[in-house]
């Protein structure tokens, strides 16, 4: 939800702050600039636990809330301190995105943990989808696109106090997440629910060298970071893409929205169908990755209309982007029992750690270009279907196996 602030109300933002679109941009890259230190966090997950590391992550969010709430008159010094406080709440995303498997191990069953991390790795997601619906519904857009009945009044000032009565329910919300942490947030149950939440995995040293030389590894790491990171650099920015083809601020998150909430539900559903159904988690990948191709080649011909001649309707669009956030979302937590499975018994922090790394090295490339060609979009929307293409041939020569399901199933009986 902070992460995702600014896009969906660029344009009022850019009025209230005087942001630019490189600012924009900015504010949406220092996610993936926060995975710097993201190594640091994977080693105290595993040496501290959970709850450290829940707790260090939950202050950093704090701190970073709480600095883009700070009321200073001076513009400059104002923008200074939203961009510290998204770099400090960038800094909290490596546990958000890598705690799930790690989670679903330590208190799970085997037959629920495909499930267990598919709720704990989409919630987050649902967070975006939240600043998606939320900001454009309190935000009066400065082009007289907003539904709310305040949009006569849309003048500077109260733009601005909108968008700062989002920061404060923000900064209310993530204390709130801090103090319920503080409270109550062990690391492990008092006994292990499997043999493999039990067994003894390798070292911090031994795990990187296991990773970095398997090539199966490498294979499904890419199918998962390169699409992944493209997506998550596009719908940061759907408003800056979709303005151009005369989509209001309010159309654009709900389209957000919708493509999220989506992924989520398919994604946990998924996730219960692959604990009952075990060993099926390349054929799931496929049929969601080949989804994903139709889909992104279709909104992208679709934003051509002048060359392609596709109708461009909000009815298509809606369908287009919502299909495609359903595919790729729901992908993740398959992809994440998929990286446990492959590399076990290599800690499960450390290996999604390593590809939601690189997720944000290929996202951070993204908005990098984007930082500098942000006057015309159609070299990031054909970023999309050719980035699903490449993941789709890569899961198909990909050979799967399931090496802690064995040891759960087989050595335990």
Request: proline share 6%.
């Amino acid at each position: 939800l902070v992460w995702n602030t600014w896009g969906p109300v660029q344009n009022s933002a850019r009025l209230a702050f005087g942001f630019s679109g490189w600012d924009i941009a900015l504010l949406v890259f220092w996610g993936p600039i926060g995975f710097a230190p993201c190594f640091f966090f994977l080693w105290l997950m595993g040496k501290k636990g959970l709850r450290v590391t829940v707790l260090l992550t939950s202050s950093l969010m704090v701190l970073g809330a709480g600095l883009r709430c700070v009321p200073v008159s001076d513009l400059e010094i104002r923008k200074k301190l939203i961009h510290g406080g998204q770099l400090l709440n960038g800094l909290a995303g490596p546990t958000v995105m890598n705690a799930a498997p790690f989670l679903s191990t330590t208190w799970f069953s085997p037959d629920e943990r495909a499930t267990a991390t598919a709720i704990a790795s989409l919630l987050s997601y649902l967070g975006a989808a939240g600043a998606f619906l939320v900001g454009p519904l309190v935000v009066p857009s400065p082009n007289g696109t907003s539904h709310l009945p305040l949009a006569s009044q849309s003048n500077t000032e109260h733009i601005k106090d909108r968008i700062e009565a989002v920061l404060y329910a923000e900064f209310g919300m993530v204390s709130l997440i801090f103090s319920a942490a503080l409270a109550y947030f062990p690391s492990r149950p008092p006994f292990p629910p499997s043999v493999a939440a039990a067994s003894q995995r390798l070292s911090y040293r031994r795990s990187f060298c296991r990773l970095l030389s398997n090539f199966r590894f490498l294979m499904i790491a890419l199918a998962y970071a390169i699409p992944l990171g493209v997506f998550s650099g596009w719908s940061g920015v759907l408003d800056l893409i979709l303005t151009p083809v005369h989509v209001s601020q309010v159309d654009a998150g709900w389209i957000g929205f919708w493509s999220i909430v989506g992924g989520c539900v398919v994604g946990i559903a998924m996730a219960r169908f692959a604990d009952f159904i075990r060993g099926m988690l390349k054929f799931i990948l496929l049929l969601l990755f080949s989804g994903a191709t139709l889909a992104s080649t279709w909104f992208t011909l679709t934003c051509l209309t002048s060359v392609t001649h596709l109708p461009l309707t909000t009815a298509t669009l809606y369908t287009s982007c919502i299909l495609l956030g359903i595919f790729l979302n729901s992908s993740v937590p398959i992809f994440f029992e998929l990286f446990v499975e492959t590399v076990y018994p290599v800690p499960e922090g450390i290996t999604c750690g390593v590809v939601t790394f690189l997720s944000n090295v290929f996202m951070g490339v993204l908005l990098f270009f984007l930082t500098f060609y942000h006057t015309e979009f159609s070299w990031f929307n054909w970023c999309l279907p050719g980035s699903c293409l490449l993941s789709l041939l890569l899961i198909l020569c990909f050979r799967e196996s399931y090496d802690r399901l064995y040891l759960d199933v087989v050595v335990s009986v």
